[in-house]
Each structure stands twice: as structure tokens, then as C-alpha cells.
């Protein structure tokens, strides 16, 4: 049976990959639940220590699936089907943003509505030119949900945030890397393997500081500039006891490449 979320694990990396295509990867309760579940294996699986979310077919996500919704209207329970996508989603984005590996996200196609929320949950992101970020809700009749909007007004600044959601808009993925909204421009033909690259190299790096300062940026919305300097403090004074800052240290000092193994 075709699994809706595939894991492939290499060495120290695993390729998270959407895996319906044929449904343009939209955000059912299938898919929502089987996404969860994967995340879930993610974080506990101590092999991994860098995530690449890809999808699998030129539709990066189709966003809501609106089969799942339509059928809610019609039985008088699109609440309930509303309510249960979107808790699935927001712990996922969660975890994503939370747990102690890399993420690094590649776009290479259609990006709408929930899909923006989990590609832009990663803490590295790659568009291509095939990458287009739709904004999908607005046009429904919904309301942006799983991060989107926290995500596009810390890229692009509340009014131009406000314009792409309220009109429907739509971003190409050079204008998202040149606006900030993903990390980086890759052309498609050569993108898999620079971002299998950037994650392969991402793994080998100090597991704990990495941690650290993801924590760092999760902590950054709403607090003053004294709270975010002590946040970072802390964070570098923790990091400063791992055996890799004292590798990292050592091997600056050497002139050597350093060597991270976690601890």
C-alpha cells in the first residue's frame, strides 16, 4: 500500500518526502495524521540529526484538500474537520521548529496555503524556478493557518504580508529568495543535489549548538532587546560545555577542519 509520507534514511540525514502526488500532496487528514507520524519517528530516531522535506511530483502542495472540506460542508462537520487538520498541523510546524535537528526544506513546484506553513517551518529553505508560493486561503473563503502568516510577515514585512494574503497572491521562487521569504535560489535541475549536499553537511555539525540556536530564534517574537540578549547568553554559555565547542575551538586553532560528533 503507497504510503502518503515516505522516510528514506541515508547515514545521519533523512528525506521526508510527500508522497501524493496524484492528489497534489494536498493537506487531508490522511496525509496530516501520516506527516505527524513521521515527524514524530524524526525527532526520537537518534541516526538522524538532518531532515530534508521534499515532495515527490511537481506540486509541492496543493494546501487544504478541499475533497475532505467539501465532504465536512456536506455532513455539517467541517468544523470538527477543521479543528482536527489544524491542531495536526500547528503541532507538526511545532516540532519541526522545535526539535533538536536541522530541517532544510526544497520547493520545487506549487507551494499553497498549509504547504507554505511546513516549508517555511524549516530552518533552511530552497526554492527553484518552478517554486511558486500561492497564498490560497483568501480564495476559499479561509484564513491563513499552520505559521503562514507569521512566516511571510517576518520575511516580507507586515503590508507587503498583507497583500499577498488578502488578494490571493503569488510569489515565484526567485522573487521569494530575493525577498527573503526562503533561504536560498537553486535551479531546478541541480537542486536535489545541492540540498541533499547543504543536508548531509548540516549533520555533521554540532548537534547541540545547532539546537541552541534555533531555540534562540524561536524565542525572539515578543521579547525585548535585554530578554533576547540574555536568551542568547544562555544559549552560548550551554553550548560552551559541549565537547564540540571545545573540537571546534581546538581545531580553529589548528587551521584544521573541525570534527562534530554530536556531544
Same mark, same amino acid.
Given at each position: 500500500?503507497?504510503?502518503?509520507?515516505?522516510?528514506?534514511?541515508?547515514?545521519?540525514?533523512?528525506?521526508?518526502?510527500?508522497?501524493?502526488?496524484?492528489?497534489?500532496?494536498?493537506?487531508?487528514?490522511?496525509?496530516?495524521?501520516?506527516?505527524?507520524?513521521?515527524?514524530?519517528?524524526?525527532?526520537?530516531?537518534?541516526?538522524?540529526?538532518?531532515?530534508?522535506?521534499?515532495?515527490?511530483?511537481?506540486?509541492?502542495?496543493?494546501?487544504?484538500?478541499?475533497?475532505?472540506?467539501?465532504?465536512?460542508?456536506?455532513?455539517?462537520?467541517?468544523?470538527?474537520?477543521?479543528?482536527?487538520?489544524?491542531?495536526?498541523?500547528?503541532?507538526?510546524v511545532l516540532a519541526i521548529r522545535r526539535m533538536e535537528?536541522?530541517?532544510?526544506?526544497?520547493?520545487?513546484? *506549487?507551494?499553497?496555503?498549509? $504547504? !507554505? =506553513?511546513?516549508?517555511?517551518?524549516?530552518?533552511? @529553505?530552497? +526554492?527553484?524556478?518552478? #517554486? &511558486?508560493? *500561492?497564498?490560497?486561503?483568501? $480564495? !476559499? =473563503?479561509?484564513?491563513?493557518?499552520?505559521?503562514? @502568516?507569521? +512566516?511571510?510577515?517576518? #520575511? &516580507?514585512?507586515?503590508?507587503?504580508?498583507?497583500?499577498?494574503?488578502?488578494?490571493?497572491?503569488?510569489?515565484?521562487?526567485?522573487?521569494?529568495?530575493?525577498?527573503?521569504?526562503?533561504?536560498?535560489?537553486?535551479?531546478?535541475?541541480?537542486?536535489?543535489?545541492?540540498?541533499?549536499?547543504?543536508?548531509?553537511?548540516?549533520?555533521?555539525?554540532?548537534?547541540?549548538?545547532?539546537?541552541?540556536?534555533?531555540?534562540?530564534?524561536?524565542?525572539?517574537?515578543?521579547?525585548?532587546?535585554?530578554?533576547y540578549l540574555e536568551n542568547e547568553r544562555q544559549g552560548?554559555?550551554?553550548?560552551?560545555?559541549?565537547?564540540?565547542?571545545?573540537?571546534?575551538?581546538?581545531?580553529?586553532?589548528?587551521?584544521?577542519?573541525?570534527?562534530?560528533?554530536?556531544?
Amino acid at each position: 500500500m503507497k504510503q502518503p509520507v515516505v522516510i528514506e534514511k541515508q547515514d545521519r540525514i533523512a528525506l521526508l518526502r510527500l508522497n501524493q502526488p496524484e492528489k497534489a500532496n494536498a493537506y487531508s487528514p490522511e496525509l496530516a495524521i501520516a506527516l505527524w507520524e513521521a515527524v514524530r519517528r524524526i525527532r526520537w530516531d537518534n541516526e538522524i540529526r538532518a531532515v530534508l522535506l521534499l515532495a515527490e511530483g511537481s506540486i509541492f502542495s496543493g494546501g487544504g484538500d478541499i475533497g475532505s472540506f467539501r465532504q465536512g460542508i456536506a455532513a455539517g462537520t467541517i468544523s470538527d474537520v477543521i479543528e482536527d487538520l489544524s491542531a495536526v498541523l500547528n503541532t507538526t510546524v511545532l516540532a519541526i521548529r522545535r526539535m533538536e535537528k536541522i530541517f532544510v526544506s526544497l520547493v520545487d513546484g *506549487v507551494c499553497a496555503g498549509a $504547504g !507554505i =506553513g511546513l516549508a517555511l517551518a524549516a530552518d533552511i @529553505s530552497i +526554492a527553484t524556478e518552478k #517554486a &511558486l508560493f *500561492v497564498a490560497g486561503y483568501i $480564495g !476559499i =473563503g479561509a484564513v491563513p493557518d499552520g505559521g503562514s @502568516s507569521q +512566516a511571510v510577515i517576518e #520575511a &516580507l514585512g507586515r503590508a507587503r504580508a498583507a497583500d499577498f494574503f488578502l488578494t490571493n497572491g503569488r510569489i515565484d521562487g526567485r522573487t521569494a529568495a530575493q525577498n527573503g521569504l526562503v533561504s536560498r535560489f537553486v535551479e531546478s535541475d541541480r537542486a536535489l543535489e545541492e540540498a541533499l549536499e547543504l543536508t548531509r553537511n548540516l549533520s555533521t555539525g554540532p548537534l547541540r549548538a545547532q539546537a541552541l540556536t534555533k531555540e534562540v530564534f524561536a524565542k525572539m517574537a515578543g521579547l525585548s532587546l535585554t530578554e533576547y540578549l540574555e536568551n542568547e547568553r544562555q544559549g552560548i554559555i550551554e553550548a560552551s560545555r559541549t565537547r564540540d565547542f571545545a573540537a571546534g575551538v581546538e581545531a580553529f586553532l589548528k587551521k584544521e577542519p573541525p570534527e562534530f560528533t554530536g556531544e
